[in-house]
C-alpha cells in the first residue's frame, strides 16, 4: 500500500519504520523539528501549500492511505489532512497521543491563546516556557518584574534583557529538569498539552517542588476515519 505518513514526533518515526516493512511509505516532515530521521524510505522535507497543495499531492503521487501523526498542538496541518484526503477520496488515519491529567498534587490552570497568558502570569517572576518558540515573538512584552526562561529548538537567541534562552530537544530526565528549575529560581511552569513521555519529566519536576503550571489545552482537530491511541494499535491494523 502506498502510504503518506505526516509525522514530526518521535512515535511517527517509530511508526514508518515499522510501516516501511511491508508498505511503501513517504515520511513527511514539515516545521520545526529536531533534525533528519534515519529512515529507510521516502522523507519529504516542507508544507503542501495547505489543502489544496496536499490534495493534490495524494492525487498525484497515487496515495492509498493519509495518516496523520503530527504533534497534537499543530492543529493546521491536522485538519488539513483530514480535509485534502476526503476532498480527493482517500482514508484518512490518525495517530493522536493521549494527554497528560493531572494528578494528585498538580496545580494546573488552562489557557488557550497567547492572548490569556499575561492576565495569568501577573502573580509570577520567572516563568519558565516550554511552548516553542511563540515567547520568543513577545520578549518586548516582558513585564519589568519578571524574568523569562524561554526553552525551544534551535535558533539563535534574541539579545533582550531580562530572558534566558535554553536549546534543547527532549526527552529531559527528572533530576535535570528539578535542577533547572531550581537554578533558576522558576516560580512557574507554562506548558502545552502535548502528551507522551519526552517532556513529561517537566510536570513531575513541577509537582516535586509545588510550582504551578499553566497548561494550553489542545486544539480541535476534526476526526479522522480511523483513530489509534498507540502507535502499536495503528501498524497492527496494518499488518505491521
Known amino acids: 500500500m502506498r502510504i503518506l505518513l505526516l509525522g514530526g514526533i518521535g512515535e511517527a518515526v517509530a511508526l514508518a519504520r515499522r510501516l516501511t516493512r511491508r508498505h511503501r511509505v513517504t515520511y513527511s516532515l514539515a516545521g520545526r523539528t529536531a533534525g533528519r530521521p534515519a529512515l529507510d524510505c ?6 503542501f501549500g495547505g489543502v489544496d497543495g496536499l490534495a493534490a499531492y495524494l492525487a498525484a503521487d497515487a496515495v492509498e492511505l493519509l495518516i496523520g501523526a ?6 493546521r496541518i491536522g485538519a488539513n489532512a483530514v480535509i485534502a484526503a476526503r476532498r480527493v477520496g482517500v482514508p484518512v488515519w490518525a495517530y493522536r497521543r493521549p494527554a497528560w491529567r493531572a494528578e494528585a498534587g498538580d496545580d494546573w490552570r488552562e489557557w488557550r491563546a497567547w492572548v490569556d497568558l499575561p492576565e495569568l502570569l501577573t502573580p509570577f517572576r520567572r516563568p519558565f ?4 518558540l511563540e515567547p520568543l515573538d513577545h520578549i518586548a512584552e516582558i513585564p519589568a518584574d519578571q524574568y523569562w526562561l524561554v526553552r525551544c529548538l534551535e535558533r539563535t537567541p534574541p539579545a533582550a534583557e531580562r530572558l534566558t534562552v535554553v536549546t534543547a530537544t527532549g526527552p ?6 528539578l535542577e533547572l528549575l531550581r537554578a533558576q529560581a522558576v516560580d512557574v511552569l507554562i506548558a502545552k498539552n502535548s502528551g507522551g513521555n519526552a517532556a513529561g519529566a517537566k510536570l513531575a519536576a513541577a ?3 509545588e510550582l504551578p503550571v499553566l497548561m494550553q489545552t489542545r486544539p480541535v482537530i476534526p476526526a479522522a476515519d480511523c ?3 498507540t502507535i502499536e494499535t495503528l501498524a497492527a491494523a496494518l499488518g505491521c
Open 172 to 177: 529531559f530526565q527528572l533530576e535535570a529538569e
Open 227 to 229: 483513530e489509534f491511541a
Open 70 to 75: 503530527t504533534h497534537p498542538h499543530a492543529a
Open 42 to 47: 521516502a522523507i519529504r522535507a516542507g508544507g
Open 207 to 209: 509537582r516535586r517542588l
Open 129 to 132: 516556557f516550554t511552548i516553542g
